[in-house]
């Protein structure tokens, strides 16, 4: 499990540092596209690393402390079906329909 918890640390700062990078020099809108659906695959990822979180840690917490583990199991499908909507929004905004929004 600690090999796993590094492995994600390091997934993510990878992914923070190409999203880092990616970022547009314009100000322009049609720059925001591919902010937007860089933005619903690090979503997307996010709520795959939660979901594969949840059936490593959760089981265990909830050994230790069954009301704890509910609540944590709780807190997680939350926060990725949180990051699964986002991920959805933001890949229906890099679709060129940011003008509709705006």
């Given at each position: 499990?600690?090999?796993?918890?590094?492995?994600?640390?390091?997934?993510v700062i990878i992914m923070y540092l190409?999203?880092?990078?990616?970022?547009?020099?314009?100000?322009?809108?049609?720059?925001?596209?591919?902010?937007?659906?860089?933005?619903?695959?690090?979503?997307?990822?996010?709520a795959a690393i939660?979901?594969?979180?949840?059936?490593?840690?959760?089981?265990?917490?909830?050994?230790?402390?069954?009301?704890?583990?509910?609540?944590?199991?709780?807190?997680?499908?939350?926060?990725?079906?949180?990051?699964?909507?986002?991920?959805?929004?933001?890949?229906?905004?890099?679709?060129?329909?940011?003008?509709?929004?705006?």
């Amino acid at each position: 499990m600690k090999v796993f918890v590094i492995a994600i640390v390091i997934f993510v700062i990878i992914m923070y540092l190409v999203y880092m990078l990616s970022l547009p020099v314009s100000d322009s809108i049609e720059s925001l596209d591919g902010v937007f659906f860089y933005l619903a695959i690090f979503q997307w990822l996010c709520a795959a690393i939660i979901s594969i979180s949840i059936f490593l840690y959760v089981k265990r917490i909830a050994m230790s402390n069954r009301t704890y583990g509910k609540t944590v199991l709780m807190e997680a499908i939350v926060f990725a079906f949180a990051n699964l909507i986002g991920g959805f929004f933001n890949y229906y905004l890099s679709k060129d329909l940011i003008g509709d929004l705006l």
